[in-house]
């Protein structure tokens, strides 16, 4: 029987599923329908506003990052998939924790556009966050840091995705497994792929020393996009997010996820706080 905490944790997947899905659709309609709108998390709530019911639509959206973001914190600091107490179980658990930290501004930004206060202007997340890094001491270097984290976190990303590691946690249905295997390979690939670009450009921002170098999703697309052959490559990126959509649907759903009883999570934060 689920607790409420697992319901949260699906229900933040599904959520997170959602984003990507729109993400992925946006882009591929600039390709083959010429809509021109650029891809962007902005750009995907917009397009859940202009449906009936938009603000209930993406204040649920915005309740189901928020539940991602509180999951990703249990896998970080709870160590609630049970990671070995080694060099690799803590690299991955800080990998949960950045993308905790990755989802909140996403959260954050869904329930600004749901209770009509707009997107707080200024500069983007990216460039902001980099911004910020460079005004601390031994920023660049600091910055440097952050873009091979990314890099890094990207590379993984695409290695589960080839080599299908994420089975260890994603019991999918037997009888679909093949094209299922197939979608959740190709999306974590794709996905893992454009990260590493964002971590290439907080690499470049850090060696420029100019923030606004750095980017996300958004310019890593474009990016590719201006590659040779980068209309079809943009297109396949763009299907590889719409699979990425699917993947954590399938995650909602097929996903073990260990979320212990609420008062073992305060039992779990008092040991790990004392």
């Known amino acids: ?18 984003v990507y899905f729109l993400l992925g659709a946006i882009a591929l309609s600039s390709v083959f329908w010429g809509m021109g709108q650029t891809p962007s998390s902005e750009g995907a709530f917009s397009t859940i506003l202009g449906q009936p019911f938009g603000r209930v639509l993406l204040a649920a959206i915005a309740l189901g990052l928020f539940g991602h973001v509180l999951w990703r914190l249990a896998q970080a600091v709870l160590n609630a998939d049970h990671h070995d107490k080694d060099f690799k179980g803590y690299v991955v658990r800080l990998g949960n924790l950045a993308a905790g930290l990755t989802n909140t501004a996403l959260a954050l930004l869904a329930a600004r556009l749901a209770i ?30 952050v ?5 890094g976190a990207g590379c993984a990303q695409v290695w589960r995705g080839v080599k299908g590691q994420y089975r260890k946690r994603v019991r999918l249905p037997a009888e679909h497994s093949t094209i299922l295997n197939f979608v959740c390979g190709f999306g974590l690939s794709a996905r893992g792929l454009l990260i590493a670009i964002i971590g290439g450009f907080f690499l470049y921002a850090a060696f420029t020393v100019q923030a606004d170098q750095a980017g996300g999703l958004t310019e890593a697309l474009d990016w590719v996009h201006q590659l040779p052959f980068g209309t079809a490559l943009y297109a396949v990126a763009a299907i590889g997010l719409l699979a990425f959509g699917a993947y954590s649907c399938l995650e909602a759903r097929y996903r073990n996820v260990d979320a212990s009883q609420p008062a073992a999570l305060k039992q779990a934060a008092k040991s790990v706080a004392g």
Not at 118 to 131: K, L, R
Not at 147 to 151: E, I, M, P, T
């Open 147 to 151: 873009g091979l984290a990314v890099v």
């Open 1 to 18: 029987m689920r607790n409420k905490f697992e319901t949260l944790a699906r229900y933040g997947y599904l959520a997170r599923g959602v």
């Open 116 to 145: 009509g206060a707009g997107s707080g202007g200024g500069a983007s997340g990216e460039t902001g966050f980099a911004s910020w890094l460079l005004e601390q001491p031994f920023g660049k270097w600091l910055l440097g840091i």
